[in-house]
């Protein structure tokens, strides 16, 4: 059972479009973080977020934790090339391992 | 920025031969190092979670005989799959994380083909 649910699964878009991500969970999170990953590679933190509600900026992407601290999504304005990658999310609960639950993934590919 | 180490990037084995994956923080000490296998077009799968000087926390599942997790310093953790069989063929990832609520960093994984 997957405990972040993330959607869409995969995402082909044109450059210069906005696109959304979204992460959801039943389970409440007490950080939420998302990487990007390029492919033979591993997983490259972009941000992490804590506090419910909480916005976080990063040039063209946008972050945002739900008020529960339940979801979380990511937003890009003006999608490059260079976008292009599976994204993550992972969330850590409030336990002495701390260790990430991560979600099932967003394929995104932005077409020149 | 927090770096994390895999050796080897990619290796190739015999089925029934052991294999040692090394994940290395290199400007950071690791109180915690996470194992994480991802098979293609897949998320990451946690497999254990080491403690330097302590034993492995293994997730359900997982056996804790077969891949063996050595965690002797603050900058090394080690994981070992013994008697590889071809289902073990997966990207192998390991992460690092200091202390407190610090961000977990990720290596760059190590490919693993079992023939």
């Known amino acids: 059972t997957q405990l972040l649910e993330q959607s869409p699964q995969f995402l082909s878009i044109q450059e210069g479009e906005n696109l959304t991500v979204y992460c959801n969970s039943s389970?409440?999170?007490?950080?939420l973080q998302w990487y990007r990953q390029e492919p033979g590679e591993g997983p490259v933190l972009l941000v992490t977020?804590?506090?419910?509600?909480e916005v976080k900026k990063l040039k063209r992407l946008t972050f945002q934790f739900g008020d529960a601290r339940k979801d979380s999504s990511l937003h890009i304005t003006a999608a490059q090339p260079g976008d292009t990658g599976l994204y993550l999310c992972?969330?850590?609960?409030?336990?002495?391992?701390?260790?990430?639950?991560f979600g099932s993934g967003t394929r995104l590919q932005v077409q020149p | 920025g927090a770096v994390v180490s895999q050796h080897p990037s990619w290796v190739i084995c015999k089925s029934g031969t052991s294999v040692k994956i090394e994940c290395r923080s290199l400007?950071?000490?690791?109180?915690?190092m996470f194992w994480y296998r991802q098979f293609p077009k897949q998320s990451l799968m946690l497999m254990a979670t080491?403690?330097?000087?302590?034993?492995?926390?293994?997730e359900q599942g997982v056996e804790k005989d077969k891949f063996l997790i050595n965690h002797a310093s603050l900058t090394l953790s080690t994981l070992t799959v013994t008697s590889a069989h071809p289902e073990d063929s997966s990207f192998y990832i390991c992460?690092?994380?200091?202390?407190?609520?610090?961000?977990?960093?990720f290596g760059p994984g190590t490919r693993l083909t079992v023939l």
């Open positions: 992460s690092a994380r200091g202390q407190g609520w610090d961000p977990q960093y």
């Open positions: 400007d950071f000490q690791a109180t915690t």
């Open positions: 080491s403690n330097e000087g302590s034993k492995a926390t293994y």
């Open positions: 977020v804590v506090t419910g509600g």
């Open positions: 992972a969330g850590a609960r409030d336990t002495g391992r701390r260790a990430l639950t």
């Open positions: 389970s409440v999170f007490s950080s």
